[in-house]
Structure formats: C-alpha cells, structure tokens
C-alpha cells in the first residue's frame, strides 16, 4: 500500500474510534449496540494499519486488542440477538 492510503487509514481509523466514543458519551449509542461496536473495531483496524507500517509497537499492541475487543463485542452481539429471535 502507498503511504498516502495508510495516512487516510491511520485518520479514518482515528475518526471512527473518536466518532464512536462521543456517540456514546452523548449517548447516541449503546456500549453493547452493534455500531458502536463497529466504530470501534474498523477505526481500531485503521489504526492498527497505520501503526503496522510504521512499525510502532506499542500502537500494534494497543490496536491489536482495541480489534479484538471490538470483534468480541461483535461476536456477543450477534449471539445476544441470535439467542433472542430464537427465544
């Protein structure tokens, strides 16, 4: 990738994260709402990119749990309302 697509990651990832975490602090979103659990894993895997090319250990380390936090909040999610259609 070209360092101008990892540049509009690195922001986007950025924007998506800050957009989720206003959204919930407005209270716009649920912490278990399936889009601010998206928010979160897209703008964690935005920064994640970033921070991969540019070989920043730390931010790898801290976006790589920021996506799986996220994912497992997905993944609750879609178990969560799964089990109640069922029920």
């Known amino acids: ?3 101008i697509v990892i540049c509009w990651c690195g922001w986007l990832g950025f924007m998506l994260c800050a957009s989720g975490y206003l959204l ?3 209270k716009v979103l649920k ?6 659990q998206l928010l979160n894993t897209l703008g964690g895997l935005g920064l994640l990119i970033s921070a991969a090319y540019h070989t920043d250990l730390p931010n790898i ?8 936090i996220g994912v497992f909040g997905l993944v609750r999610f879609v178990r969560w309302s799964g ?3 069922r029920g």
């Open 31 to 36: 912490f278990d709402g399936v889009w601010f």
């Open 24 to 26: 919930l602090n407005i």
């Open 83 to 85: 089990s109640r259609k």
């Open 1 to 3: 990738m070209s360092a």
């Open 61 to 68: 380390a801290s976006n790589t749990i920021w996506v799986l």
